[in-house]
């Protein structure tokens, strides 16, 4: 009687091996680094000149001291709570219209038990392509477009806002969707249950952390994005910041910088806790 030897599981190959794709990764990305740094022609010595350096010194001293004077100040706040507002307004607004683009968009092997339209690929491409089209073009491009039809202000700003970003969150979301587990909605389809149902009692309540946690991580970025914005007549920080920046008043901007600043940092801060409290 022979007992035959386990086989040892296959390894991948180590890292330096001529058969490791993570070493040929590897070296493709520092090829495209260095004909990056090549083809851009980087003026290192001019940019650390003497000349130079002490140009940049005079134009950072230029921004103190900030200007805090009372009215402009509380123009700063009221840019500060638009600029919020904008990034709220188009964050939700995106992550409605991306959860209702990630249904049709995901596409799960298991087929329709899921409560998803796996198995509807005239559906699901088609939405796949608007997902990214949507994300492929910038905010700034989006509201420079929105511009024409919502006029200034920040109407338009939280249009863009919310047309780019359900592209981004829409393929998050169509990828939590496919990931999710699917032995709760299997359990609920072999009890009859429709695929609706399915995708609101089972597929959902698992993915639901994780859609949030994304969304909240597009809101932060969308705080940056939106003070941005400001600077093609969106509103918000943005326009005030472009505004005295042009006329050149550096005291006004290092105040609206500062502004930015705080209000990222807050947002941040927001966030982080709220993703703390939902892995807790």
Same mark, same amino acid.
């Given at each position: 009687m022979s007992s035959s030897s386990p086989v040892p599981p296959d390894?991948?190959?180590p890292l330096l091996h001529a058969r490791s794709a993570a070493l040929w990764w590897g070296l493709g990305l520092l090829a495209l680094v260095g004909a990056s740094f090549? *083809?851009?022609?980087?003026?290192?010595?001019a940019f650390f000149a003497?000349?130079?350096?002490?140009?940049?010194?005079?134009?950072v001293g230029e921004f103190f001291p900030p200007d805090l004077s009372a009215p402009f100040v509380a123009k700063v706040a009221a840019a500060t709570l638009e600029t919020l507002a904008m990034s709220a307004w188009g964050t939700l607004l995106a992550a409605v219209a991306g959860l209702v683009l990630a249904v049709p968009a995901a596409r799960r092997e298991t087929g329709p038990? *899921? %409560? !998803?339209? %796996?198995?509807?690929?005239?559906v699901r491409w088609p939405t796949r392509w608007l997902l990214n089209a949507l994300r492929a073009v910038p905010e700034l491009v989006w509201a420079a477009l929105l511009l024409i039809s919502a006029g200034l202000g920040p109407l338009a700003g939280t249009l863009a806002l919310a047309v780019?970003? *359900? %592209?981004? !969150? %829409?393929? !998050?979301?169509?990828?939590?969707?496919?990931n999710a587990p699917p032995g709760p909605a299997q359990a609920l389809r072999l009890q009859g249950v429709g695929r609706w149902v399915v995708l609101a009692y089972a597929t959902l309540p698992q993915v639901l952390p994780q859609l949030l946690s994304y969304t909240l991580y597009r809101w932060e970025n969308n705080i940056r994005a939106a003070a941005v914005l400001g600077v093609v007549g969106a509103g918000g920080l943005g326009q005030? !910041?472009?505004?005295?920046?042009?006329l050149f008043q550096m005291p006004r901007t290092a105040t609206i910088v500062g502004a930015m600043l705080a209000l990222v940092a807050l947002v941040d801060g927001l966030s982080y806790l709220c993703r703390r409290s939902m892995t807790r």
């Open positions: 390894l991948p190959p090549w *083809s851009l022609d980087l003026q290192w010595a003497p000349q130079a350096l002490s140009a940049m010194g005079r134009f038990e *899921s %409560g !998803l339209d %796996g198995g509807r690929p005239w780019h970003t *359900s %592209g981004v !969150l %829409g393929r !998050l979301f169509a990828e939590a969707l496919e005030l !910041l472009a505004f005295h920046m042009g």
